[in-house]
């Protein structure tokens, strides 16, 4: 993967700006913090978004890949408010799920899930190179 950033551009922090990749192309549905069994564990946002992420990690390992292979994550929360007050514990799960890749990244509050247990929905696109 080339990460794309315009050399006069501040550097973002905790994603990319763009990133150009070529190889076998995997598209995730948006992962909710839900366990194997589609059942809510908690309502709690920080560890709604682990569980996300770990969701996301078995789906990559299914088809061989990690979470280097990741190039956009879309981010879907129901309450900014909430969102923000979580960072530092989504922070710590992110380093620990998914370590020091910051792939493209988007972050939307939304009106509501089609579960009204979630707190947010993650959606991946991960590319393993040729």
Known sequence: MQ?????D???????SNGIAAKGRTIFLAGQFG?????????????AQ???SLKNILAI???AGAGPEHICRMNWYVADRKEYIAS???VG????????KNFPVMTALQVGGFM???ARLEIEVTAVIPE
Not at 9 to 15: C, E, L, R, S, T
Not at 34 to 42: D, I, L, R, Y
């Open 92 to 99: 710590a799960a992110y380093r620990e799920l998914i370590g």
């Open 9 to 15: 551009w501040a550097k973002p922090k905790g994603y």
């Open 115 to 117: 579960d009204d247990s």
């Open 49 to 51: 978004a682990r569980q």
């Open 87 to 89: 960072l530092k514990d």
């Open 60 to 62: 990559l390992a299914e």
């Open 34 to 46: 839900c366990n194997a069994q589609g059942k809510f564990e908690t309502s709690d946002f920080a």
């Open 3 to 7: 990460i794309l950033q315009p050399s």
